[in-house]
């Protein structure tokens, strides 16, 4: 499903400070993620064998590398964001074949099973939520030296006013409270939470609807 966006990407390059992610590059685009998720709660589910930051930006770069329709901008270079458009899918295939088999050498094998687990109960709550239309943010990260400088922003506003005139939702999910007021702010409303399996982290499922 091979879907291109002319009038978003013609947006998102004219924005100042922005500039698109080309193939090859994922991985160095997302080198500061390991960093930038320190801490957050649902790596404790996934990354069974103890936090690893480099195996953190490897699973940030391969759900961009697996998911051929995926949107990626970066901020600056400190910055990025991916978006699938409505009906993308990560092909688990490509995910592993193109470093799935590294995360495994490096994290131990019980992470591909946890990385399937997670999505799936992922997407179990989605198709509660959302349309044939929604687009989904499926990752948002800031190297944590230039947070609190408004690129997360810089980054969001160019999808969502585009979202706004096309009359489209996006979804999203969090494990973070703190984090739920922040996508408050751009228009999210929290319309689901539960607990990833077996454990007592919580997730949070938000949905954003057209502002006109």
């Known amino acids: 499903m091979k879907v291109s966006y002319p009038d978003l990407i013609g947006i998102l390059s ?11 590059e994922e991985r160095s685009m997302t080198r500061f993620c390991g960093e930038s998720y320190r801490g957050y709660p649902c ?18 770069a391969l759900q961009i590398i697996a998911c051929k329709d ?3 901008v970066s901020a600056e270079g400190h910055g990025v964001l991916s978006v699938y458009p409505p009906g993308a899918k990560m092909s688990t295939a490509k995910f592993v074949l193109k470093g799935g088999f590294g995360l495994v050498r490096k994290c131990g094998f019980k992470i591909l ?30 190297d ?11 980054m969001l506003d160019p999808f969502f006013d585009y979202f706004d005139e096309i009359g489209s939702s996006a979804y999203l999910e969090t494990h973070s409270a703190s984090k739920v007021p922040f996508y408050e702010h751009f228009g999210f409303e929290l319309v689901e939470t539960g607990k990833l399996p077996g454990t007592d982290v919580t ?4 949905l954003r609807t057209p502002k006109r």
């Open 14 to 24: 004219a924005t100042e400070g922005l500039s698109l992610v080309p193939g090859g």
């Open 43 to 60: 790596f404790k589910y996934t990354l069974p064998e103890g936090y690893d930051a480099d195996c953190v930006s490897e699973i940030c």
């Open 70 to 72: 995926a949107i990626t």
């Open 113 to 142: 099973g946890r990385l399937t687990s997670y999505e799936n109960y992922c997407v179990g709550m989605m198709k509660r939520h959302i349309d044939a239309n929604t687009w989904y943010i499926a990752n948002l990260a800031v």
């Open 144 to 154: 944590p030296l230039y947070q609190n400088r408004g690129l997360a922003r810089k």
């Open 203 to 206: 997730h949070y499922g938000m």
